[in-house]
């Protein structure tokens, strides 16, 4: 999020696109509903009527997928009637150029052709929110889950650049996250091809941590095949199933096959194409589930042996840091001691690390910052979020010490609840110190990307992330200066550029920067406190790129989905080629898009979401008894005009057959929310697998109280070409009557 939640209320125009808070983020949604309220209007882009539509004051029906073709078409409108904001595409922004050329092809008839939305409606959505002064865009799960969900996630901070609202109160864009501390996943390194912090996964970044690991870089090293597999991507959660599966992979993966699969903190019955998860789990020589309850893929396992379930301990059994949607990190207390039997995740890590004989190593920067304060056994969590402030500089975590972070939860009312500035002791600190937070004085950044404020009131500009060039020799820097330097755009700080930089450092603290930037350093944060001091941000004053040189879609580009209900527009908007070695797994793209005639045997188009009672693959909530009765069945959504045809009633079994010869036995549900062309499904059920009952799986004492079969069993082939996130917001399927 560039922004916050409650900043919403600065906002004059809301365009939620691919979210539905109303269901998925009720607290988010109260802000929303609140700055309707104080006189913004509420926009919202969904081929699902959904609830936020319901309270929305304009819904447009979009086709899924089809996003990018809508935004280009916004902003051919906006660029012909010279709505857009020149002066910050000029001095911010590298390669806006080439978006105006792919605009200016794309009007708005061509847009309604591909989205479904017509062409008048486009312009005056355009027009409406290109006078609208600031307008915040929300986005969530139905831009990210298609094949080009990265090229989404693009567009619509473009679009915010082009309108001038980035950097501003009640502009930005505002990604409303998923689970709780999701943000802080990510930011801890819960994917496979960064290193925490988003470090990079080189040599430099893996010797920065090993100093703050105390470890041996060769050590480390030594823990790899070879340097090559040390420094790639791993598995993803939806790829690792071919590593097991295709045997072409093993390429990939250092000439192996993979042998073992241990899941902690994650439903795996979420994850698309099930039927080859199960198939893939059933292969393996080991199977481990770290889960406070029984993890759903495990009741589909036809294995009687070497799989394991090991009670972890749920979040109110635990504490330590969090992050919020905003990049805030809030401390948690534990409310009670693990139950029965179960340990904290750490504690079963700890146990791991032991029996793999690296617990020394694995343990020792927590026994070093220990020593450090004068204890000579750690404390958890304490001493590991230390770790990570002192080692994370590249998004600038170094500020949030525990302490401070205790002290903001201990004293939420001395925060004001819409702009988070402190009050009394915590005067001119944001709650929670969202990141960057550069030093132990700086008061963390509510707004990203916002040049007007000092850097140390929150300021900052974009990110130099590419170098100080562009490879046809562009500047990447801002033409504007912060306030409170005199310089204009500048580099990251580094101790080889702090003197031309105008930082002032004495012989001592140079020689303790020696070879250190803004990012890798180790000991001190002088770099960082002098850059402030300075009024520079430490991790540079930027262009944002438009253009990115270095992948396939330099800009982003519509492109039809795999597997589109729109078969007569696949040629013209080809999806990508097949893409090799994609997180070690060979994916298919245009190779499977022109397959067969897709959208002739499976003619409807399948959405998917969520229900407010059920969260993820529902196997907590369906775990709660009450939660359980309020959404009991898996159903689907069938426009009526569909059902008629098909002769389906309102509550009859159906058959709904996936594009992988898969099919789920799932209840009709009639509804007007769908178009004639679409059916709708929520993601939060699995224990029935293809109409089989798997209730008898489960451990005895431990089955949900309401099972149902997974959307993921029929979900289509089909991973976002940046990130391999499954493509589950688009999807063809066949129905029948059961
Ligand atoms: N109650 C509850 N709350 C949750 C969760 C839960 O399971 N239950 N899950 C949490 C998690 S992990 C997440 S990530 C968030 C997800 O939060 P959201 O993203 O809001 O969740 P979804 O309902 O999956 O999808 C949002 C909307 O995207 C629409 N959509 C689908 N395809 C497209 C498309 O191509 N274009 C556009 N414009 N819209 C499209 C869908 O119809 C849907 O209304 O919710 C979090 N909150
Ligand atoms: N078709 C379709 N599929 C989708 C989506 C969709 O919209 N449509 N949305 C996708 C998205 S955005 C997401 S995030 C995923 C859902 O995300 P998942 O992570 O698959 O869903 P959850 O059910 O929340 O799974 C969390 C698991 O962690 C366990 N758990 C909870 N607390 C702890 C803890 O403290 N420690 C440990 N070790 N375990 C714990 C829970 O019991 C549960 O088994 O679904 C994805 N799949
Ligand atoms: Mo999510």
């Given amino acids: 999020m560039s922004n916050h939640i409650a900043d919403m209320m600065f906002s004059k125009y809301i365009f939620i696109i691919g979210a539905n808070p109303a269901v998925n983020h009720p607290v988010s949604m109260v802000h929303i509903l609140r700055a309707k309220e104080a006189g913004a209007k509420i926009v919202v882009v969904d081929p699902h009527f959904s609830k936020t539509a319901a309270k929305a004051d304009e819904?447009?029906?979009?086709?899924?997928?089809?996003?990018?073709?809508?935004?280009?078409?916004?902003?051919?409108?906006?660029?012909?009637?010279?709505?857009?904001?020149?002066?910050?595409?000029?001095?911010?922004?590298?390669?806006?150029?080439?978006?105006?050329?792919?605009?200016?092809?794309?009007?708005?008839?061509?847009?309604?052709?591909?989205?479904?939305?017509?062409?008048?409606?486009?312009?005056?959505?355009?027009?409406?929110?290109?006078?609208?002064?600031?307008?915040?865009?929300?986005?969530?799960?139905?831009?990210?889950?298609?094949?080009?969900?990265?090229?989404?996630?693009?567009?619509?901070?473009?679009?915010?650049?082009?309108?001038?609202?980035?950097?501003?109160?009640?502009?930005?864009?505002?990604i409303l996250r998923g689970h709780d501390n999701v943000q802080g996943s990510s930011d801890m390194?819960?994917?496979?091809?960064?290193?925490?912090?988003?470090?990079?996964?080189?040599?430099?970044?893996?010797?920065?941590?090993?100093?703050?690991?105390?470890?041996?870089?060769?050590?480390?090293?030594?823990?790899?095949?070879?340097?090559?597999?040390?420094?790639?991507?791993?598995?993803?959660?939806?790829?690792?199933?071919?590593?097991?599966?295709?045997?072409?992979?093993?390429?990939?993966?250092?000439?192996?096959?993979?042998?073992?699969?241990?899941?902690?903190?994650?439903?795996?019955?979420?994850?698309?194409l099930l039927d080859l998860q199960k198939k893939a789990m059933d292969k393996l020589e080991l199977v481990v589930f770290i889960d406070p309850y029984v993890n759903d893929l495990a009741i589909y396992s036809d294995r009687d042996n070497d799989l394991f379930l090991l009670p972890a301990a749920s979040q109110m059994e635990s504490s330590g840091s969090v992050a919020a949607t905003n990049r805030s990190y809030q401390w948690r207390s534990k409310v009670m001691e693990p139950l029965f039997e179960c340990k904290e995740d750490q504690e079963i890590l700890f146990e791991f690390a032991k029996r793999f004989g690296f617990l020394e190593e694995y343990q020792r920067s927590l026994y070093e910052i220990a020593k450090k304060d004068g204890r000579s056994e750690f404390i958890w969590p304490e001493d590991?979020?230390?770790?990570?402030?002192?080692?994370?500089?590249?998004?600038?975590?170094?500020?949030?010490?525990?302490?401070?972070?205790?002290?903001?939860?201990?004293?939420?009312?001395?925060?004001?609840k819409v702009t988070l500035e402190g009050k009394g002791p915590f005067k001119g600190e944001y709650y929670g110190l969202p990141w960057p937070c550069w030093s132990d004085k700086h008061p963390g950044t509510p707004v990203f990307y916002n040049d007007s404020i000092p850097v140390m009131r929150g300021g900052m500009g974009f990110r130099v992330n590419w170098g100080d060039t562009s490879p046809d020799g562009k500047s990447m820097f801002s033409a504007r200066s912060l306030p409170s330097s005199k310089i204009a755009g500048h580099p990251p700080v580094s101790a080889a550029n702090a003197e031309s930089l105008g930082l002032k450092l004495s012989a001592e603290e140079k020689k303790a920067v020696e070879g250190s930037t803004y990012a890798l350093g180790f000991g001190n944060n002088i770099l960082a406190e002098k850059a402030l001091e300075a009024g520079l941000c430490p991790y540079g004053n930027g262009r944002a790129r438009a253009v990115v040189w270095n992948w396939y879609d330099k800009i982003p580009l519509h492109r039809e989905p795999i597997h589109s209900v729109r078969g007569d527009l696949v040629d013209k908007y080809p999806n990508f080629p097949d893409?090799?070695?994609?997180?070690?797994?060979?994916?298919?793209?245009?190779?499977?898009?022109?397959?067969?005639?897709?959208?002739?045997?499976?003619?409807?188009?399948?959405?998917?979401?969520?229900?407010?009672?059920?969260?993820?693959?529902?196997?907590?909530?369906?775990?709660?008894?009450?939660?359980?009765?309020?959404?009991?069945?898996?159903?689907?959504?069938?426009?009526?005009?569909?059902?008629?045809?098909?002769?389906?009633?309102?509550?009859?079994?159906?058959?709904?057959?996936?594009?992988?010869?898969?099919?789920?036995?799932?209840?009709a549900k009639l509804s007007y929310r769908v178009d004639v062309n679409s059916v709708w499904i929520p993601q939060n059920f699995s224990g029935l697998d293809q109409g089989k009952n798997l209730l008898d799986k489960y451990p005895e004492g431990t089955a949900a109280y309401a099972i149902g079969e997974s959307a993921n069993m029929i979900s289509s082939y089909g991973f976002d070409y940046n990130t391999a996130c499954p493509e589950t917001k688009c999807g063809l399927c066949r129905i029948e009557k059961a």
């Fill in 59 to 174: 819904y447009h029906r979009i086709r899924s997928g089809t996003d990018i073709a809508l935004v280009y078409g916004m902003l051919h409108h906006i660029i012909k009637n010279d709505l857009h904001d020149k002066k910050f595409l000029q001095e911010r922004i590298y390669g806006y150029e080439e978006i105006i050329k792919e605009a200016m092809k794309m009007t708005p008839e061509e847009a309604s052709n591909i989205t479904g939305i017509p062409a008048d409606t486009i312009r005056h959505i355009a027009e409406d929110m290109a006078k609208a002064k600031p307008a915040s865009l929300i986005w969530n799960q139905g831009l990210t889950q298609h094949t080009v969900g990265t090229s989404n996630t693009r567009i619509m901070p473009i679009l915010q650049m082009f309108l001038g609202n980035m950097g501003k109160n009640g502009g930005g864009v505002n």
């Fill in 189 to 272: 390194a819960a994917n496979p091809d960064i290193l925490p912090g988003y470090y990079a996964l080189n040599e430099a970044s893996w010797r920065h941590f090993a100093k703050h690991w105390y470890v041996e870089y060769e050590w480390l090293l030594s823990r790899f095949k070879d340097k090559k597999m040390m420094e790639s991507s791993g598995y993803a959660h939806s790829t690792w199933k071919f590593g097991v599966l295709e045997p072409e992979n093993a390429a990939n993966n250092g000439d192996t096959m993979l042998r073992a699969l241990v899941v902690i903190g994650t439903g795996m019955t979420s994850v698309s």
């Fill in 384 to 416: 590991a979020t230390t770790e990570l402030t002192q080692s994370i500089r590249s998004i600038g975590l170094q500020g949030m010490s525990p302490k401070r972070l205790k002290a903001h939860q201990e004293n939420w009312h001395m925060f004001d």
């Fill in 579 to 667: 893409k090799p070695n994609h997180f070690r797994a060979n994916i298919k793209y245009r190779s499977r898009q022109i397959e067969k005639d897709w959208v002739k045997e499976f003619p409807i188009n399948m959405l998917s979401g969520r229900l407010v009672s059920h969260m993820g693959t529902g196997t907590e909530t369906r775990s709660a008894k009450y939660l359980a009765e309020v959404h009991s069945e898996m159903f689907v959504e069938i426009h009526p005009d569909k059902a008629f045809e098909l002769d389906i009633k309102d509550g009859d079994m159906v058959w709904v057959y996936g594009t992988m010869d898969t099919r789920a036995l799932i209840k």
